[in-house]
């Protein structure tokens, strides 16, 4: 079964967050056919194993996509459909790549769930399992490796009053809750701006509002993407007061990262890039992805890669060249290699 063969087994599977199941027994089928010992854990999420012992690295990938069922197709060197991007590519990828290895070491690929959502998938395995170094499948381009990801800042507030007429010298309670909009972008104006991956930025999600009686309320959900210089707890003190409302609910926290462009994963990634004739680019991200949980908790090096162009995540373009996708297998093959080569046997 080669690359694209399993690609479209799994992108056929539509995993949206939360309805990932169909999809996670498809590829423990075809993870079994490739010849790993493959399960689905307490959280749902496809598990499959190649090797014994130590060192273990894993592939995280994910298995869920946004909503949208797109028609899956092949079409002028290209695999269309919902996942072949964001992330079915990448796990495709890995299992093929992956489907020789053997002992000593262990080589595991992760079909998580709920990245897209809350990381649920990911965060289960945080607390019940490690590895020794982590590969995120998310989508880099064959040449590419990501080093870098932005951190994620959600909070919700929600402002109450009383209700008052328009021709009223007094603000409305969505008044207060625009003006605290407002020393929020004052607030982000105010942080250095070196470059995108090193800005702070914030995106008003929703703001409505609501009325009861002699009573309104105003709800406002801002999203902030932080740079590695700035951790949530920073930025969840530096908020500007926001008087008549409750405190800031955290909705999705999620820490910067940025790795050492020097560690075994990285330098791993990059020499099958170089075997297979591509010319490496380092990449640092504004989104998040599951690797910002985990190499912080574990302690282990680690990096994102995977076949795919980021700018077709969640679109209704979203395809892959088998061109593209059969040269990350060489590079993942290359690359599995290098790293166990590189890294002495552990107990």
Same mark, same amino acid.
């Given at each position: 079964?080669?690359?694209?063969?399993?690609?479209?087994?799994?992108?056929?599977?539509?995993?949206?967050?939360?309805?990932?199941?169909?999809?996670?027994?498809?590829?423990?089928?075809?993870?079994?056919?490739?010849?790993?010992?493959?399960?689905?854990?307490?959280?749902?999420?496809?598990?499959?194993?190649?090797?014994?012992?130590?060192?273990?690295?894993?592939?995280?990938?994910?298995?869920?996509?946004?909503?949208?069922?797109?028609?899956?197709?092949?079409?002028?060197?290209?695999?269309?459909?919902?996942?072949?991007?964001?992330? =079915?590519?990448?796990?495709?990828?890995?299992?093929?790549?992956?489907?020789?290895?053997?002992?000593?070491?262990?080589?595991?690929?992760?079909?998580?769930?709920?990245?897209?959502?809350?990381?649920?998938?990911?965060?289960?395995?945080?607390?019940?399992?490690?590895?020794?170094?982590?590969?995120?499948?998310?989508?880099?381009?064959?040449?590419?490796?990501?080093?870098?990801? =932005?951190?994620?800042?959600?909070?919700?507030?929600?402002?109450?009053?009383?209700?008052?007429?328009?021709?009223?010298?007094?603000?409305?309670?969505?008044?207060?809750?625009?003006?605290?909009?407002?020393?929020?972008?004052?607030?982000?104006?105010?942080?250095?701006?070196?470059?995108?991956?090193?800005?702070?930025?914030?995106?008003?999600?929703?703001?409505?509002?609501?009325?009861?009686?002699?009573?309104?309320?105003?709800?406002?959900?801002?999203?902030?993407?932080?740079?590695?210089?700035?951790?949530?707890?920073?930025?969840?003190?530096?908020?500007?007061?926001?008087?008549?409302?409750?405190?800031?609910?955290?909705?999705?926290?999620?820490?910067?990262?940025?790795?050492?462009?020097?560690?075994?994963?990285?330098?791993?990634?990059?020499?099958?890039?170089?075997?297979?004739?591509?010319?490496?680019?380092?990449?640092?991200?504004?989104?998040?992805?599951?690797?910002?949980?985990?190499?912080?908790?574990?302690?282990?090096?680690?990096?994102?890669?995977?076949?795919?162009?980021?700018?077709?995540?969640?679109?209704?373009?979203?395809?892959?060249?088998?061109?593209?996708?059969?040269?990350?297998?060489?590079?993942?093959?290359?690359?599995?290699?290098?790293?166990?080569?590189?890294?002495?046997?552990?107990?």
């Amino acid at each position: 079964m080669d690359e694209a063969e399993v690609l479209e087994r799994l992108v056929r599977r539509y995993s949206p967050s939360g309805r990932e199941a169909p999809a996670v027994r498809e590829f423990v089928r075809v993870a079994r056919t490739l010849g790993y010992s493959a399960r689905t854990d307490a959280a749902g999420n496809g598990i499959a194993c190649r090797g014994r012992g130590r060192p273990r690295l894993w592939f995280l990938g994910h298995i869920d996509t946004v909503e949208g069922r797109l028609p899956v197709r092949r079409r002028a060197g290209r695999l269309y459909g919902r996942g072949t991007v964001d992330a =079915k590519g990448p796990l495709a990828a890995a299992l093929v790549a992956g489907s020789e290895f053997a002992a000593p070491g262990e080589y595991v690929v992760v079909a998580a769930v709920g990245e897209e959502a809350d990381s649920r998938g990911a965060r289960h395995l945080l607390r019940r399992a490690r590895a020794d170094a982590v590969i995120a499948g998310e989508p880099s381009g064959w040449d590419g490796v990501t080093i870098g990801y =932005k951190g994620e800042l959600q909070v919700e507030l929600l402002f109450r009053g009383d209700r008052s007429h328009y021709s009223s010298p007094f603000p409305t309670t969505v008044d207060r809750a625009l003006d605290w909009v407002g020393s929020v972008r004052t607030l982000v104006a105010g942080r250095p701006k070196d470059s995108a991956f090193r800005s702070l930025t914030a995106k008003v999600v929703a703001l409505d509002s609501e009325r009861l009686g002699d009573h309104e309320s105003a709800r406002v959900i801002v999203d902030f993407r932080l740079p590695p210089s700035l951790s949530t707890s920073e930025l969840l003190r530096s908020l500007p007061r926001a008087p008549g409302a409750t405190a800031p609910r955290v909705r999705i926290r999620v820490e910067p990262l940025e790795v050492d462009r020097t560690n075994p994963v990285v330098a791993s990634l990059i020499e099958g890039v170089r075997s297979a004739g591509g010319v490496p680019t380092l990449w640092r991200k504004g989104g998040t992805s599951d690797l910002n949980l985990v190499v912080p908790a574990w302690g282990v090096p680690g990096a994102a890669y995977g076949p795919g162009e980021a700018r077709l995540d969640h679109t209704d373009r979203e395809s892959v060249s088998l061109v593209e996708l059969r040269r990350s297998v060489v590079v993942l093959r290359a690359a599995l290699a290098r790293w166990r080569a590189s890294v002495p046997p552990l107990r």
